[in-house]
């Protein structure tokens, strides 16, 4: 059965999803192909649609830059948060996990730049999912380090979980840029600088840092 685009005036919920997820993955052709500069114009071609149509299917550019977020952040969410809970030593979680952002982020850098910096830049909805996405991130290192050094006071470790990712985030956006530096490298830089602060500062606050 062929199918058809939507009327300017038909609701989303009619809309078909295997037309929008076809989609999303012309836009990832795209994207992955011309980088974070991407066009709309380009995105719509890839699909063989008008770009008018294409943010039909959307609501407008916002809920397709929102759609995209939502399809490739997911994943990132859950191999992370996958590392925070395994089992092993917080030293061991912390340089797995480190390195599962970075595996991550560097197999579609492309994708990542375009969501994290030209995205969130001109859509203030994407920003606010994106900034979502860290702050969960955050929160997560804050009730691990609290669960696990014995922390009396939980705003410190959260103002620790949030600067433990941003630090990381930022030399993530660095090491794409410097793809001669081996992953391992940065692993080891992020793991040493942090596996140093952390036990030092929570044993100055009356916690401990499980070796």
């Known amino acids: 059965m062929e199918s058809r685009e939507p009327d300017e ?3 989303s919920s009619t809309r078909d999803p295997d037309r929008r997820r076809a989609l999303l993955e012309a836009a990832d ?15 719509a071609a890839e699909a063989g649609i008008s770009k008018p149509i294409l943010y039909r299917h959307f609501g407008d550019k916002s809920g397709l830059y929102q759609a995209l977020a939502e399809r490739h952040t997911r994943k990132l969410l859950e191999a992370v948060e996958a590392q925070f809970s395994a089992a092993g030593t917080v030293r061991d979680r912390i340089r797995t996990t480190i390195d599962t952002y970075l595996s991550l982020i560097s197999q579609s850098p492309q994708l990542y730049r375009f969501l994290m910096h030209r995205a969130s830049a001109e859509d203030a909805a994407t920003h606010s999912a994106m900034s979502t996405m860290i702050r969960g991130l955050s929160q997560e290192l804050a009730k691990v380090l609290m669960a696990e050094s014995g922390l009396a006071d939980p705003a410190r470790a959260y103002v620790w979980g949030h600067a433990v990712i941003g630090m990381v985030q930022t030399a993530g956006d660095w090491w794409l840029d410097h793809p001669d530096v081996p992953r391992e490298t940065v692993v080891d830089a992020l793991a040493d600088l942090i ?3 952390l036990p030092d500062s929570a044993r100055r606050n009356g916690g401990h840092f499980p070796d």
């Open 9 to 11: 005036g038909e609701p």
């Open 29 to 43: 052709r795209v994207i992955l192909r011309e980088g974070p500069g991407a066009s709309m114009a380009a995105i």
């Open 195 to 197: 596996l140093v602060g």
